[in-house]
């Protein structure tokens, strides 16, 4: 809205929202916006529009480096409350990850200037299910059976759906 309001000098950032939501300035932008059945989804999918440009865009490549500074703040303040030691596993998966590698290694500079030795990986399952480990893991269960034993399941549900 600076760029639009006059605020800060024309970037093109608004003519790359303009024209992803295909609207012509700023009121229609709000109200296609705030009229939407899921505005957070809306928004977000501003991501698709940005994917091939932000790391040649000054201003959306200092917002996005701003978000990957923001995530590892955030993974940070997990790692140490939960008082894990390095090297920490991290996973991530979806949202502004879907940017990909150059995100990802932005994501995995800022973690490493946090909190040291440190490894980032695509996630397999949905976050949830690292919550459920992590309470299983502090009930003493044994992940390593527990893990095992999804991965086999998987696997037959796997060849069962292929069996059609």
Not at 29 to 43: A, C, H, Q, R
Not at 72 to 86: C, S
Not at 90 to 95: F, P, S, T
Not at 128 to 152: I, N, P, Q, R, W
């Amino acid at each position: 809205s600076r760029e639009i309001d006059g605020r800060s000098d024309v970037t093109g950032l608004a003519d790359i929202v303009f024209k992803w939501f295909k609207v012509e300035d700023f009121d229609s932008l709000l109200e296609k916006i705030y009229s939407s059945k899921n505005p957070v989804v809306l928004i977000a999918s501003l991501l698709e529009a940005v994917q091939e440009v932000w790391h040649q865009h000054p201003v959306l490549y200092n917002i996005i480096q701003e978000a990957a500074r923001e995530l590892a703040l955030g993974v940070a303040a997990v790692v140490k409350r939960l008082d894990l030691k390095p090297p920490v596993k991290v996973y991530y998966g979806g949202g502004v990850f879907n940017l990909g590698e150059r995100f990802i290694e932005l994501f995995t500079r800022e973690l490493k200037k946090l909190i040291g030795a440190v490894s980032v990986h695509g996630s397999t399952f949905k976050p949830v299910f690292g919550a459920v480990l992590y309470a299983f893991k502090l009930e003493g269960v044994d992940l390593e059976k527990v893990l095992e034993k999804l991965s086999l399941e998987s696997t037959e549900l796997k060849d069962f759906s292929n069996e059609g």
